[in-house]
């Protein structure tokens, strides 16, 4: 065999060896996360988590599921107490940058609080929750900078049978250095009022939320 072609086949050989092979083994695997270093700490509220290295840093992922026993609230309804319990089911994402600060969040939960007024009995209304909201940094890494933005049904307030008290669907932002404004619609019987950036003060105020939390949980009695 001639060298021209030796050093032809010898070439060859090397080409479809390196085509061949795994990219994980031609570009090396990524190395593992090393959540200490995270900032701000991943919640163990959410643990365990599940972390993978991008490009871009590192991606996070957890769930909490919560079901709490019913409690006395301290809901001001007059003459009736009120006893309550919490359901909860929350998926969160967390993005970090190469320097390993958090940059933003990502979540969808559902939350339902179910409300009685005797410590035995069923539940008589819920309060409940169902959106997807981001959080997004200003500051790399700093909690103090986060702004949060909600969409879906943000409050549901109804009895168990019969149509909501009060519901309102929409945007809820919360800058960290200013009050929180909703764009949306809030139905309360049977008056529906659209919003737009308005201050959520203005839009539920503790005084509307309670007398809907209690008209709900005495409806019918």
């Given at each position: 065999?001639?060298r021209s072609?030796h050093?032809l086949?010898?070439l ?7 085509l061949?092979?795994?990219s ?5 695997a990524?190395?593992p996360?090393?959540q ?20 871009s840093?590192?991606?996070c ?12 609230s301290d809901?001001p309804c ?6 309550a319990?919490?359901?909860s089911?929350?998926?969160?994402t967390?993005y970090?940058?190469r320097d390993y600060l958090?940059?933003?969040?990502e979540?969808?939960?559902?939350d ?8 035995t ?5 819920t ?5 997807r909201?981001a959080?997004?940094f ?7 900078t986060?702004?949060?933005?909600s ?7 109804r009895p168990?049978a019969?149509p ?14 200013s009050?929180a404004t ?17 201050p959520l003060?203005?839009v539920l ?5 309670i007398a809907?939390?209690c ?7």
């Amino acid at each position: 065999m001639n060298r021209s072609r030796h050093a032809l086949i010898v070439l060859l050989v090397l080409a479809f060896t390196v085509l061949g092979a795994p990219s994980s083994a031609r570009a090396g695997a990524p190395p593992p996360v090393e959540q200490s270093r995270l900032v701000p700490s991943l919640s163990p509220s959410f643990a365990p988590w599940s972390c993978r290295t991008t490009q871009s840093g590192p991606v996070c992922k957890g769930e909490r599921h919560f079901s709490g026993a019913w409690e006395l609230s301290d809901f001001p309804c007059g003459d009736t107490q009120i006893w309550a319990r919490g359901e909860s089911d929350r998926y969160q994402t967390r993005y970090y940058n190469r320097d390993y600060l958090d940059s933003r969040r990502e979540f969808r939960t559902r939350d339902i609080d179910f409300l009685r007024t005797s410590p035995t009995g069923p539940a008589t209304a819920t309060i409940s929750t169902n959106v997807r909201f981001a959080e997004t940094f200003a500051v790399p890494g700093d909690d103090t900078t986060r702004t949060i933005v909600s969409d879906g049904v943000l409050w549901d307030i109804r009895p168990v049978a019969g149509p909501a008290v009060w519901r309102a669907v929409g945007t809820l932002v919360e800058p960290p250095d200013s009050g929180a404004t909703f764009s949306g619609h809030v139905t309360a019987g049977s008056q529906t009022i659209r919003y737009e950036n308005a201050p959520l003060s203005e839009v539920l105020s503790d005084d509307t939320f309670i007398a809907a939390v209690c008209a709900a949980a005495t409806a019918g009695q």
